[in-house]
């Protein structure tokens, strides 16, 4: 059964301590910053008064356009999420939760229930990712957004300054990724299981909390029902009727 992104996305990002400012900027690759030009430009579509003249069907017709385009691709960067979010990335949840405050109330469910289920869609067809791939995938973003900056003549000229060595990541900072990511699905299996889904818990420990060292096992057990019953505040008053799609 599809489930739907708690509304609340950005405290989702503040439990998991994720900054929303230059650093998120930095990670975003070409291809991401190309899906969010596309849904701008939807959203100011969507959002501009009507020209002179224009009728109420057309007007109709192109609010359901900008609607569909961004509902689709919310559904896309939902997919993107998931990976990012188990290296410690909140890029595309935190531009995708600035968007949704760009559209009015009565849309924002729409693109949340898109963006949950491309997160629910790549949850269950992607493995989870090791420290090393974090790695390759991050450094591959990284090179992605190079090449697509241009550089005026006056930088090119300037001599290549050494790079700083980075630092690898240690073995605590790994340790607190892993709670992180143990926290994020515990408070996102709280709304699967009220809508029926019996087996999440158990599938959760499985596929995240088993798969971790033995040694940050237990912690991240703690970690994961914090999140469960973080999940449960932010639901509070829920219906089945939510549940629905």
């Known amino acids: 059964m ?28 070409q291809g991401l910053s190309s899906i969010l030009a596309i849904i701008d430009k939807a959203i100011a579509e969507f959002n501009a008064p009507p020209a002179e003249g224009t009728g109420a069907d057309a007007l109709k017709r192109q609010k359901e356009t900008a609607s569909a385009t961004i509902v689709n691709l919310s559904r896309t960067l939902g997919k993107l999420s998931y990976s990012r979010l188990q290296c410690g990335q909140a890029d595309v949840l935190a531009e995708f939760t600035a968007r949704v405050q760009q559209m009015p109330e009565d849309y924002r469910d729409a693109m949340r229930d898109a963006f949950q289920a491309g997160f629910d869609q790549s949850k ?13 995938l991050t450094a591959s973003r990284s090179r992605g957004e190079k090449k697509a900056q241009p550089k005026v ?8 300054e050494p790079k700083a060595e980075k630092k690898p990541e240690t073995e605590e900072e790994q ?9 994020i699905t515990g ?31 237990e912690d991240a057990k703690k970690a994961y029902w914090k999140g469960y019953q973080h999940g449960k505040r932010l639901n509070k008053g ?8």
């Not at 067809?125 to 790695?135: A, F, G, R, T, V």
């Not at 340790?175 to 926290?183: D, H, Q, Y």
């Open 2 to 29: 599809r489930t739907r992104l708690v509304p609340t996305l950005i405290l989702l990002m503040l439990t998991l301590g994720f900054g929303l400012g230059a650093s998120a900027q930095q990670n975003l690759d």
């Open 187 to 217: 408070q996102l299996a709280w709304k699967r299981k009220f809508c029926g889904d019996k087996g999440v818990t158990r599938r959760d420990f499985n596929e995240v909390i088993a798969k971790m060292p033995e040694a940050w096992r």
């Open 153 to 160: 003549a006056a930088e090119a000229e300037k001599p290549a």
């Open 175 to 183: 340790r607190l990724r892993a709670l992180r990511l143990a926290e």
């Open 124 to 136: 269950e067809e992607s493995p989870l990712l090791s420290d090393d791939e974090c790695k390759r």
């Open 238 to 245: 829920l219906k089945q009727s939510a549940c629905a799609g």
